[in-house]
Structure formats: structure tokens, C-alpha cells
């Protein structure tokens, strides 16, 4: 990730605009961190912040949900498991996941896209923090083959391609953990893929 210094050269990439709410003079205003962009998936538009320093994307369980019913045959599984664990609240067992195949973010398209799916308070919370309606947020796992370059002065997001990996579908350890000051970690959930539990010998508790 980087920053243009002001009347510097932007990269070469494509850019995307991002979104935030204009000032009195009709400008729109930088954020520090987040960004927002137009996106769009499986036939579906909705803004979405840009959060490089998040390990994992996040979508309204609305559009999660909305997204599966059309799209049954995408990758998904029940808690927040792998890059998905972010502090290990004990709502994250009980998080969607969906692998989608190709996000449109502003002119750039990210492929398999790992979104956890988050509810209406947390959605709340971005659009409060963006200013405008949003989604939810694109994170580091979307980003792993690009780097990424904030033109301030030009309100403009590039996306640069570094490399071509592709994530694994749902082939992760399946639990969710939470960090204890003993250096020990405390099962607070386990994966389901297809229904059945990624691990059948933890159960929410057990210490590892």
C-alpha cells in the first residue's frame, strides 16, 4: 500500500474513484484509512470501503444471503474460520461465508473474494464512519496480488497486479479461536461445510 505525494505521477494502472460524501464546495473529502467504491457481484451494486488494513472482507448478511440464493453453487461455510477469525468475538462462529468469484471494485475486478457476512448494527457502523451508504468493507484478503496506491490529491484508487495467486476455496483449519493472555487459545466455535462440523472431534471450549 502507498500514497501519492501531491503533482507526483499516478501508476499506470486503472483507477477507481472512490465515493465520500462532497463538502460545501462540492469536493469530496479524504479519508484517512477507508475508502469507499462503487462495486458490484453477481448482479448485484452496493459501495464497499476499502480497508487494506482489515485481514478479511465483510458484506451485510443481507447481501451475503442475497448473493447465495442466486448463486447456491458458490463456495460457503459457517464460521468465521481462517483469515476470517478477526479478535474472536462469539459471534464469529456463527458467521457466513461465501467465496465470491468476482467482485468489480470501481474499473479493477478481485477474484475469489472471501467475504464474511456481518450484521445490520456493524453495517451501521461503517455507513456512520463512511458517511454514505455502504455494504461493508474490502479487505487485505482481497488484495493479496495487488498493490494498492491512494492518489489523494486525484481522489483515486489504482489497483496494481503484483502477482496471480489464488486463494484456496474453504481449506482452512475449521475452528474459531479466541486469543487468552496465557498464550493459549479457547475453541469458541467450529466450522460447517455442507452442514457438517470441519472438525467433529473439538467442541466450543476445549483450550488448545
Same mark, same amino acid.
Given at each position: 500500500?502507498?500514497?501519492?505525494?501531491?503533482?507526483? *505521477?499516478?501508476?499506470?494502472?486503472v483507477?477507481?474513484?472512490? =465515493?465520500?460524501?462532497?463538502?460545501?464546495?462540492?469536493?469530496?473529502?479524504?479519508?484517512?484509512?477507508?475508502?469507499?467504491?462503487?462495486?458490484?457481484?453477481?448482479?448485484?451494486?452496493?459501495? !464497499?470501503? #476499502?480497508?487494506?488494513? *482489515?485481514?478479511?472482507? !465483510?458484506?451485510s448478511?443481507?447481501? #451475503?444471503?442475497? !448473493?447465495l440464493?442466486?448463486?447456491?453453487?458458490?463456495?460457503?461455510?459457517?464460521?468465521?474460520?481462517?483469515?476470517?477469525?478477526?479478535?474472536?468475538?462469539?459471534?464469529?462462529?456463527?458467521?457466513? #461465508?461465501? =467465496?465470491?468469484?468476482?467482485?468489480?471494485?470501481?474499473? $479493477?475486478?478481485? $477474484?475469489?473474494?472471501?467475504?464474511?457476512?456481518?450484521?445490520?448494527?456493524?453495517v451501521?457502523?461503517?455507513r456512520?464512519?463512511?458517511?454514505?451508504?455502504?455494504?461493508?468493507?474490502?479487505? *487485505?484478503?482481497?488484495?493479496?496480488?495487488?498493490?494498492?496506491?491512494?492518489?489523494?490529491?486525484n481522489?483515486?484508487v489504482?489497483?496494481?497486479?503484483?502477482?496471480?495467486?489464488?486463494?484456496?476455496?474453504?481449506?482452512?483449519?475449521?475452528?474459531?479461536?479466541?486469543?487468552?493472555?496465557?498464550?493459549?487459545? $479457547?475453541?469458541?466455535?467450529?466450522?460447517?461445510?455442507q452442514?457438517?462440523?470441519?472438525?467433529?472431534?473439538?467442541?466450543?471450549?476445549?483450550? !488448545?
Open positions: 500500500m502507498s500514497a501519492i505525494a501531491p503533482k507526483s *505521477a499516478p501508476p499506470r494502472s483507477g477507481a474513484a472512490p =465515493r465520500a460524501q462532497p463538502d460545501e464546495r462540492g469536493v469530496a473529502p479524504c479519508m484517512a484509512d477507508v475508502r469507499e467504491l462503487p462495486a458490484q457481484a453477481g448482479g448485484r451494486s452496493f459501495n !464497499l470501503g #476499502l480497508d487494506p488494513g *482489515a485481514n478479511f472482507s !465483510l458484506l448478511q443481507s447481501e #451475503l444471503d442475497a !448473493l440464493k442466486t448463486h447456491p453453487q458458490w463456495p460457503h461455510a459457517k464460521g468465521a474460520i481462517g483469515a476470517a477469525n478477526f479478535w474472536g468475538q462469539p459471534e464469529e462462529a456463527d458467521w457466513r #461465508l461465501l =467465496r465470491i468469484p468476482a467482485l468489480a471494485a470501481g474499473k $479493477t475486478v478481485l $477474484t475469489g473474494v472471501g467475504v464474511a457476512g456481518i450484521s445490520q448494527s456493524a451501521d457502523f461503517f456512520k464512519r463512511a458517511g454514505l451508504e455502504t455494504a461493508g468493507l474490502i479487505g *487485505a484478503n482481497a488484495l493479496l496480488n495487488y498493490k494498492v496506491t491512494f492518489d489523494y490529491a481522489q483515486k489504482y489497483f496494481d497486479q503484483a502477482s496471480k495467486y489464488q486463494e484456496p476455496g474453504m481449506d482452512v483449519v475449521g475452528l474459531v479461536l479466541r486469543p487468552e493472555t496465557d498464550e493459549r487459545y $479457547t475453541v469458541i466455535g467450529v466450522g460447517e461445510y452442514g457438517k462440523p470441519a472438525v467433529p472431534d473439538v467442541k466450543a471450549g476445549d483450550i !488448545l
